[in-house]
């Protein structure tokens, strides 16, 4: 972790403060993580892109594909396409309650992503579910929480159609209509990102 990570924890919001205030500490530490991710992924996304076209039987394309469960190069591509930084920023705020959350706060998980594996570094929820204890993951930073949540979309089976979609078109706001399978809240979830992404202003972010 680099000092620049070191320093930016997500401690640094705290609960009691402006809510003008919170989004301006959420954004200063969010923007410049999401955008290093995005980044990451949108140049592996270019450089596989050439490489498929060149040659897609490729030991590189082949190792992708595994990594990414896709069943040919051209799904391989539309796993890899990483989405707009807005709908991130979007899903990150509403997850995180600004960057207040426990899970935020404890564990570095921006998005709310649940652990079913006992093995890995977490924290318990402090709901249940019947009588199981629900498990959030946690991680080392917060690029590595947006990491693993660009990597969900990629990979999840209920995240098709919006891995349709993204290749189609880059409006975030046509996009988040394909993430109803994200939260229980259903279609309402994708109408409460677009307000987010619309009311902040979260576009001018998008590359």
């Not at 989004?23 to 955008?35: D, H, I, N, Q």
């Not at 595994?66 to 990483?82: S, V």
């Not at 998005?111 to 946690?138: C, L």
């Not at 979830?189 to 202003?201: F, P, Q, T």
Request: glycine share 4%.
């Amino acid at each position: 972790m680099d000092a620049k990570q070191a320093h930016y924890t997500a401690s640094v919001i705290p609960k009691n403060i402006s809510i003008q205030e919170k989004k301006k500490r959420f954004f200063a530490l969010l923007v410049p993580a999401v955008e290093k991710v995005y980044g990451e992924l949108e140049n592996e996304y270019v450089e596989t892109q050439s490489l498929v076209k060149k040659d897609p039987q490729n030991t590189k394309i082949q190792k992708l594909m595994k990594k990414y469960a896709a069943k040919n190069p051209q799904d391989l591509l539309q796993r890899m396409k990483p989405h707009p930084i807005s709908i991130a920023l979007a899903q990150a705020a509403m997850e995180s309650a600004w960057g207040t959350s426990r899970f935020f706060q404890e564990a570095n998980n921006v998005f709310g992503v649940w652990s079913i594996n006992k093995n890995e570094p977490r924290v318990p929820a402090s709901q249940k579910r019947g009588n199981k204890t629900v498990y959030v993951k946690k991680y080392t930073t917060i690029a590595d929480s947006i990491r693993d949540y660009y990597r969900i979309l990629a990979t999840g089976k209920v995240f098709e159609q919006f891995r349709v979609e993204k290749m189609k078109t880059n409006d975030p706001y046509e996009l988040v209509k394909k993430l109803d399978k994200y939260s229980e809240l259903g279609a309402a979830y994708g109408k409460e990102l677009a307000s987010m992404i619309r009311y902040n202003k979260l576009t001018q972010y998008d590359k």
